[in-house]
């Protein structure tokens, strides 16, 4: 917890961090038709959808208690955590068995709860829906888009890592060329230790003129609750919607939130040439060598 944030009402052990919230209710226009009925997050990276690879990766962190908050057309996510008694009793013995093997231990490992977000009033409002299901705890974000694979500990545990020795919240950093920097919340920030910096000033989507530096902000986070509070006052930003980088600015400026330049690789699988690029790379490294 930063230094200036309240105690937290009940008196938990905050260097735990159980639950993951998966903010998963956006449109995902970048890649209509096939969205109009699907969610994004179903999306299949070679043969696993977007959604299960964030799964995987906050359970690698020790994060078991999954939160959802979802919108309309998004009942196959919930599925998809569920048995399916038909298909597996069909394919049970058989030499397909195997290609459920993964889905099942992630069902066997996690707790899945959800709740749905009214109407999509941007990523800010998406993480003060969950409230619900996260209370008063420290919680980490994926969003499932931005798919993150490493060679170590995953991003998620990374930040894990420098949240339980900080009890700060943790934002996650990449350096982005010029071209791209206007695609991201862009945060300036003083280095504390290497690639991990204190948090200064933050721009959602800023023009290259206005960007405090390259470091930009991938979808994976872990915030303190106080998160709830800014977020409740947030008025909305830009296109309407309540900006997620606006309340961490205030957190930044009321306590302490630190990024960290986390090492592995991240792809943007919202937009169609990043999910190809994942594509490639999963099958050639991933699929191919069978560690899928
Ligand atoms: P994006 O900016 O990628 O929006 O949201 P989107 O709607 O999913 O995709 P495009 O831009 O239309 O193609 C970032 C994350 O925030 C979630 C999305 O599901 C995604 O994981 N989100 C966004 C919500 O849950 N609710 C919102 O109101 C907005």
Redesign the pocket.
């Known amino acids: 917890m930063g230094a200036n944030e309240p105690p937290p009402a009940n008196e938990k052990d905050l260097s735990v961090i159980k639950k993951c919230l998966f903010?998963?209710?956006?449109?995902?226009?970048?890649?209509l038709p096939a969205t109009k009925a699907m969610p994004?997050e179903m999306l299949p990276v070679v043969n696993k959808p977007l959604v299960q690879y964030g799964v995987e990766e906050a359970l690698s962190a020790g994060l078991d208690e999954i939160c959802f908050?979802t919108g309309r057309g998004k009942r196959a996510i919930n599925d998809f955590f569920d048995t399916s008694y038909e298909l597996e009793h069909q394919i049970a013995g058989t030499s397909k068995e195997k290609y459920l093997s993964s889905i099942k231990e992630v069902i066997t490992r996690a707790k899945f709860t959800t709740t749905r977000?009214s109407e999509?009033?941007?990523?800010g409002?998406?993480i003060l829906t969950g409230e619900l299901l996260v209370g008063q705890e420290p919680f980490g974000v994926v969003?499932?888009?931005d798919l993150c694979i490493t060679e170590g500990d995953s991003v998620m545990e990374q930040l894990a890592k420098i949240y339980r020795r900080t009890g700060c919240s943790v934002i996650a950093i990449q350096e982005v060329g010029d071209d791209d920097i206007s695609k991201f919340g862009v945060i300036a920030g003083v280095e504390e230790e290497p690639g991990l910096y204190r948090v200064t000033d933050m721009i959602e989507k800023p023009d290259l003129a206005d960007a405090p530096s390259n470091l930009a902000i991938i979808g994976r986070y872990i915030l303190t609750p106080f998160i709830f509070e800014l977020l409740r006052h947030t008025p909305p930003g830009k296109n309407g919607?309540v900006q997620l980088t606006d309340a961490l600015l205030s957190l930044a400026k009321s306590s302490k939130v630190l990024a960290y330049k986390f090492t592995g690789k991240r792809f943007d699988c919202?937009s169609v040439d990043g999910y190809v690029e994942a594509t490639n790379y999963v099958y050639e490294n991933i699929y191919l060598k069978g560690e899928h």
């Open positions: 903010p998963v209710a956006g449109y995902g226009t970048r890649f994004k908050v977000q999509m009033k941007g990523l409002h998406a969003l499932a888009d919607e919202g």
